[in-house]
């Protein structure tokens, strides 16, 4: 067998143990914070039936998805005139029937569809997996990642929505984040807006074009509007819509004069007006709109799909995009066939929120969650001695290693130092007749006297 | 977009709420325990190279390697001429440049060299994720199956394998396991008994036929012996090995004898008695090796791999194969260019012990994982109180929904009953004005009235 020099594939990561312990963490919290909501957790199969999957992300998407080669003889029932003209595009299906998840939603669609009768509505789910795109890799964009979504399906009440924003609150103080906003919009309101416009039908044109606003400015905004059909006058009347200022209240208030002949339009500012009243009932905060919510009707992230509420979240301590967002949409499972099926979800960026949590050092000292303490092997006559200690802290459900070689101390030293055990012992012939262990404290570098009592207690 | 009747992959699964908490019981149990030995957990990517994992199962097991078919115009770059034979197997490499991970132990492999640098030896590291393996799909066995690994590389020291055998008893234990067996054996000993027959170049044939004792007996294992090259004269030699019966130590007594003349196999035996030598020390048990450790000189498992010791479990409580296995590797990273790094490990069969588990009825009744408390929405208006007492319980840290909508009682009822909610709180204006909460238990059916403080004592 040839060596082959390892490499990792294209747009994957491994992850160490201090990696692992942070995105653990993360997770973790996250996982909490769902249960804690009445949220239970589903796992779905990391590759589903193409058919399952292709026409539901838009032609771009399905060219992102990775396809699984049929297993066998996997060219024989593919058609010859496809080989010939290597129509790598048609030939797809005939040589692959699987193909990877690409996000939650389709699989969580597929899940609820196939598992209607068991299920009591409203479903309440969330779920933590890998998905994978074939994306070109670049910083900050892997090939293989996780997301983590939580939806509630079978329920209109907008509790739920006032419900995700206290989840993202909840989840973004657990990590010690002090300054975040959540954006919230409505589907309704931009339909209302572009009804009074009076060009309805360019509702898509004129979100998509909107939401470029932090980026390109007004008059970027403009000109896009009015290459994609929209005229001066419609400009104008714009305008105030997009450059709307003020608190909350404030803007809700411009919104209700604005939109005053939308019917559509003012069914969206009453449902946010239910969410904002929801939001400070539940919290008893009369304060926490103000200080974590901003409505912003710029938003429109996936508007293809939104019905509703919108979200999305993002941290002012750090120059980074959303890590959150998400939204309520009507009709999630029509796709399979079971119609009228409203939900409404979220979800956390966890590969962002760890860049963040790494820039503000906020992830806890977790040396705990490893070996805490690691007996020096001097010499295998004292295993005798070092073996029934070890037996005693695995008793008291420490984690402990004794160094499995009387290799140099130095070594030993820079195995504890490496792997960040906070603890090591120094057991000698002197230590076990007098019952006095040697223990180092690897951060301070202080070093003490201890009974094995004393050892206990400490590292408990 | 017509619709899809959903379906899931052949071979695959979605895990559900409750399935997801038993899945989880049993992978947390096994990450406390292999941190409490000082393993630290690490992740690979679901895809690898191709040329990774090829070549590295066998020919058999190449063909069950899933392939990920390259993006784009995958066909531009395939020879016409594999394309007008529909050479499936040649055409691969041309087609496909990734695959899913098959294993745990070949990413690992990878991961140890290409992090060679930046890890500190030995290194100990366990691993729980999902492989995939295109086996047609029979009860029992799946496309997509979680591994869980537990390897430490870079020490010689037999105090490792010692610490497999108590990470197994601790883990089986905490599962609730009352009776079962670990069976070791060691390659030399194998190798000790092909050389005093005088045929150490059949030493495969020879364990891979007596390995088979269980299933086909003795003469079906000296047919097979006979038929793989070995003479009467070499069964006769043999039987006595074969059949080998006593107690660990006399089963070690007779070997000594029979290999006297074999230095390989005297060091097989010399280790195994420093093993089981460590086993007692460690565990403070003398009958610790009678109660659940068997020396099993028919066990083979994997022998073109396993170097030294060879382990396998099974319990004697439910009819199952074995529920864990492992040993130790000479060479794990020389396929990789990096040589003599000496590894063990084992692993963990986690659906086979979910069966053994649900068969047993031993999973914790773990309802509090889920939502502890219903609050039931009878009317609007008294959301302003509802809603303020939720709040407060979640303060107090506890799982707890109000049903979103003032449906009928029976509905939210069988909301709670379905997702196994154990306590219903009923909340009417009555009790709003009373202070006197009517608090509903779930299982036992009874109803009690209790103030907001008493209900936090009793949910928390």
Chains 1, 2 share one sequence.
């Not at 804690?36 to 589903?48: V, W």
């Not at 657990?174 to 954006?183: A, E, V």
């Not at 039908?201 to 509007?225: F, Q, R, S």
């Not at 705990?368 to 001695?385: H, M, P, V, W």
């Amino acid at each position: 067998m040839a060596t082959v020099k390892p490499s990792l594939a294209k747009g994957t990561r491994d992850f160490s143990p201090s990696e692992m312990i942070k995105r653990n963490y993360i997770f973790d919290t996250l996982k909490a914070v769902f249960k804690k909501y009445g949220y239970n957790e589903i796992q779905t199969p990391s590759f589903e039936n193409l058919t399952t999957l292709t026409g539901k992300y838009g032609d771009e998407g399905d060219k992102l998805i990775f396809k699984i080669l049929n297993s066998g003889d996997y060219l024989t029932k593919a058609p010859d005139s496809l080989l010939q003209d290597k129509n790598s595009n048609k030939l797809i299906p005939h040589i692959s029937e699987k193909a990877l998840r690409y996000d939650l939603t389709v699989p969580f669609a597929r899940y609820v569809v196939m598992h209607q009768n068991d299920i009591s509505l409203p479903f309440k789910r969330f779920q933590v997996q890998p998905v994978w795109r074939a994306d070109r890799p670049q910083r900050g964009r892997y090939r293989e990642f996780y997301q983590c979504d939580v939806d509630v399906v079978g329920s209109e009440s907008l509790l739920n929505e006032a419900e995700f924003i206290l989840i993202y609150q909840e989840a973004f103080e657990r990590f010690g984040l002090k300054d975040f906003n959540i954006k919230i919009n409505n589907r309704k309101i931009l339909s209302g807006i572009a009804e009074i416009i009076g060009k309805p039908e360019l509702i898509v044109d004129m979100t998509v074009a909107i939401d470029k606003l932090d980026k390109i400015g007004l008059d970027g905004v403009n000109k896009e509007l009015l290459e994609r059909g929209f005229t001066e006058a419609d400009l104008n009347l714009l305008k105030p819509i997009i450059l709307l200022e003020g608190s909350n209240g404030e803007k809700l208030a411009s919104l209700k004069s604005i939109l005053a002949n939308s019917s559509i339009g003012l069914t969206g500012i009453a449902e946010i007006e239910e969410v904002f009243d929801y939001i400070t009932k539940l919290s008893g905060d009369t304060e926490l709109l103000t200080r974590i919510i901003d409505l912003d009707i710029t938003l429109a992230r996936g508007l293809n799909y939104y019905t509703g509420c919108i979200f999305e979240v993002k941290t002012n301590e750090v120059a980074m995009g959303s890590i959150g967002g998400g939204g309520r949409y009507d009709d999630l499972t029509g796709m399979f066939g079971l119609k009228d099926l409203t939900g409404v979800g979220v979800s956390f960026g966890a590969d962002r929120i760890y860049d963040v949590l790494e820039e503000l050092n906020l992830f806890p000292a977790n040396k705990a969650d490893s070996t805490k303490l690691l007996i020096i092997n001097f010499d295998k006559q004292l295993e005798t001695y070092t073996l029934g200690l070890l037996n005693k802290l695995r008793k008291e459900n420490i984690a402990v290693e004794l160094y499995a070689a009387p290799v140099k101390l130095k070594k030993q030293m820079g195995y504890a130092d490496g792997k960040g055990i906070p603890y090591v012992l120094l057991v000698g012939d002197e230590e076990v007749s007098s019952g006095q262990l040697s223990l180092k404290d690897m951060e301070s570098g202080e070093q003490v006297k201890v009974t094995e009592s004393e050892l206990i207690q400490k590292l408990r």
